[in-house]
């Protein structure tokens, strides 16, 4: 059985050093300074990054990138391979599909969802396309 190290060590081009810790739920990467919740899921591969944040129940993909200051809400789905950029959030209950890559500063909605090979420019809001009936006008 292969045995995955506890923590690890990137260094860029440029000599910079960065640490992440192996989540116990998953065994994804984790910046010892990002909030993780304990019943969330990142899978193997994955990396959260410093100051992000990844609400309770939700879940973070193989190979997916949770970046800076970036915030996953309580049980959405990062599939595999997705890029959220720095300060992106991703609402409550949310999808976004496999090999999305969204930009610096969006807001995805909660319950919205955002398809497979999906390319959200920077600054963008996607908003939920279901529209909430209203019974109290009924005759």
Not at 94 to 117: K, Q, S, T, W, Y
Request: charged share 30%; with cysteine.
């Amino acid at each position: 059985m292969r045995r995955i190290p506890r923590k690890v060590e990137i260094e860029d081009n440029a000599g910079n050093v960065t640490r992440y810790v192996r989540h116990d739920n998953g065994e994804g990467y984790v910046s010892p300074y990002a909030h993780v919740h304990p019943d969330a899921t990142v899978e193997a591969g994955a990396y959260v990054e410093a100051g992000a944040r990844v609400e309770a129940r939700a879940r973070v993909g193989r190979f997916s990138w949770i970046d800076e200051d970036a915030v996953v809400g309580a049980e959405a789905k990062v599939d595999r391979d997705v890029h959220l950029g720095v300060r992106g959030v991703v609402g409550d209950r949310a999808r976004i599909g496999h090999n999305a890559r969204l930009g610096g500063d969006i807001r995805v909605e909660p319950d919205a969802v955002v398809l497979p090979d999906q390319i959200v420019p920077e600054g963008t809001v996607v908003r939920c396309s279901r529209r909430r009936r209203d019974f109290g006008t009924a005759a």
